[in-house]
């Protein structure tokens, strides 16, 4: 079960690390450009961490070999940064976490870069109104199922598919922690959320169908058939009854 956080200094702890991760993914976000290499994308990351004094989540986890998951286009998540240069009309999805105090945040989102297509701006669109679709459901004494029937029912219902091999989680003194949130099924099942429950809710949607496949490297997750793929995650906790939004990204 996801951890509960009820003393102050918890709650105060997953609040520093998820405004950490937010002020990261936001400075991101305003500086992604055509020209970069992802590497240079993960080496600001660092940079922009070592302001606020706290931990990479994702360095060395598993032997992920950097700080900043970077995914592009037909990437769906994990993709790890090198030297691959980004260009105009590319998709990228930009996932991060931090621990600070002995707590985690993590987070994600997707930017456009410069003009891109139509249908592409539309998935963007959609995967973030999942993804907020999901957190409206998350309230204490509803099923963690509700979370997922909501975001399946957002993404699917203007033509998209979500993700079935990789969730949502949740997350507190560990980067993952159970349960796992699925990103579609019924709602009504599962764990009933608690107050001060900790919550990654990560929906990732794609053009095409939803099934995935992993590259050579062992690491890097895209979609079995070259769609486009989008990929948004905010932390919440439970907190008074309702959701509240631990890593507030601003992607302006």
């Not at 260009?87 to 987070?107: E, K, Q, T, Y």
């Not at 099942?189 to 990732?204: H, R, T």
Request: glycine content about 12%.
């Amino acid at each position: 079960m996801a951890i509960i956080i009820k003393s102050p200094d918890e709650i105060a702890a997953m609040r520093r690390a998820g405004r950490v991760v937010a002020a990261v993914l936001s400075t991101l976000a305003r500086e992604i450009r055509a020209g970069m290499t992802t590497a240079e994308l993960d080496d600001l990351a660092v940079r922009e961490l070592a302001k606020y004094k706290a931990g990479a989540s994702f360095k060395g986890y598993r032997g992920f070999p950097a700080s900043l998951c970077v995914s592009l286009n037909e990437e769906v998540v994990h993709g790890i940064p090198g030297e691959r240069v980004i260009n105009d009309g590319d998709i990228v999805s930009l996932d991060f976490g931090a621990f600070v105090d002995g707590f985690h945040g993590d987070a994600a989102l997707t930017v456009g870069i410069g003009s891109i297509n139509p249908e592409a701006k539309r998935l963007l669109e959609v995967a973030r109104g999942a993804l907020e679709a999901g957190i409206a459901e998350a309230k204490s004494g509803v099923h963690l199922s509700d979370i997922s029937a909501a975001i399946q029912h957002y993404a699917e219902s203007a033509g998209f598919s979500v993700v079935r091999e990789y969730t949502g989680h949740g997350i507190g003194r560990n980067m993952h922690e159970s349960p796992q949130i699925p990103n579609f099924g019924p709602p009504g099942e599962g764990p009933v959320l608690q107050e001060g429950m900790a919550l990654a809710i990560e929906p990732m949607v794609n053009i095409g169908g939803w099934a995935t496949r992993v590259k050579g490297d062992r690491w890097t997750v895209v979609t079995a058939d070259g769609s486009l793929s989008a990929h948004f995650e905010k932390t919440i906790a439970i907190i008074r009854g309702g959701a509240e939004v631990l890593t507030p990204w601003d992607e302006s």
